[in-house]
């Protein structure tokens, strides 16, 4: 997959299949419109490239929001090379980005750039200067600039059309069970491991400590956990929280990681959620946290 950061790089036209998206977290109704375009790029002999935005235009938008992915940039472009895309345009969403208007998104980006000849987003697509572009517009302007615009129905749980939205929902109540069925996988958190206070060397369960950066907040509290660095596939237990035992003001993703003696300082380690095991608790002394984490590692191996 050839991944192009920015418009300029684009030297020549496409000729493709497109899909354009956030695509936060490429859950089962995303990798239903990827399929689709992937199928149609191959009976058309066309390239199949996805177009998306960094940063997330929300968090653009607001500065206050600081905890919204579902997925970091890594990981959505890991995601997209198992959806067989040959070649991925990340446009950087900035204040000039943002200006632009709709037909200007379509002429420069979609035609001139891309030559896109099959066009597939999600039924709430909008882009362009104040949001005002639409699968409407999209329409109007096909015979113009030589596309035809698809939109699938949307993907459906139990009657409820699946959303980023949604997931993350899901996520900060703590229901991974149903979020890693909605996402076709574990959800997972990666991060370069940093030094602590090594409290939980101390109290004989020492963890590798994760800054939680811009990922959705999940439920405070302990989780039953799967963790890979390098070639290295092991069982844990994490902690998402404040350490309110020992007072902490800080958040943290704690990882136990079974039988591992190796040091991962700086090393980057990919955490992926099985369950939700307990809320996070405040304990009176060291020996009842000591006793508690006992069981949640028994329950975490189950």
């Not at 069982?235 to 350490?243: C, H, L, M, T």
Request: hydrophobic letters at 40%; glycine letters at 6%; one cysteine or more.
């Amino acid at each position: 997959m050839i991944i192009y950061n920015n418009l300029n790089k684009i030297k020549e036209k496409k000729n493709c299949v497109i899909a354009i998206g956030n695509f936060d977290g490429l859950h089962l109704g995303h990798q239903k419109v990827l399929k689709y375009a992937h199928l149609t790029a191959k009976r058309k002999k066309l390239k199949f490239g996805v177009v998306t935005f960094e940063p997330v235009p929300v968090m653009f938008f607001n500065k206050k929001i600081l905890n919204h992915r579902i997925n970091n940039l890594n990981q959505k472009i890991e995601g997209l090379k198992k959806m067989k895309v040959d070649f991925l345009l990340i446009i950087n969403f900035n204040k000039a980005f943002s200006q632009l208007k709709y037909k200007e998104f379509i002429k420069k980006v979609i035609y001139k750039k891309l030559n896109s000849k099959f066009l597939f987003i999600s039924k709430n697509f909008r882009f362009g200067k104040n949001r005002e572009g639409d699968i409407k517009k999209l329409k109007i302007n096909e015979k113009k600039f030589l596309y035809k615009t698809c939109v699938l129905r949307p993907f459906k749980k139990k009657n409820k059309i699946l959303s980023s939205s949604i997931i993350r929902s899901e996520i900060s109540k703590g229901n991974i069970l149903k979020v890693n069925k909605l996402l076709g996988r574990p959800w997972s958190i990666e991060g370069k491991v940093i030094k602590g206070k090594k409290i939980g060397t101390k109290i004989g369960f020492p963890t590798c400590n994760i800054k939680l950066t811009n990922y959705i907040l999940p439920k405070l509290g302990v989780y039953s956990v799967n963790v890979k660095t390098g070639n290295l596939k092991r069982k844990g237990i994490a902690n998402i929280g404040f350490r309110p035992t020992f007072r902490s003001k800080t958040l943290l993703l704690e990882v136990n990681i079974f039988g591992l003696k190796a040091n991962l300082y700086n090393k980057k380690i990919k955490v992926n959620f099985i369950k939700f095991i307990r809320p996070e608790k405040k304990f009176n002394n060291i020996k009842q946290l000591k006793i508690q984490i006992k069981k949640d590692i028994i329950k975490a191996k189950k």
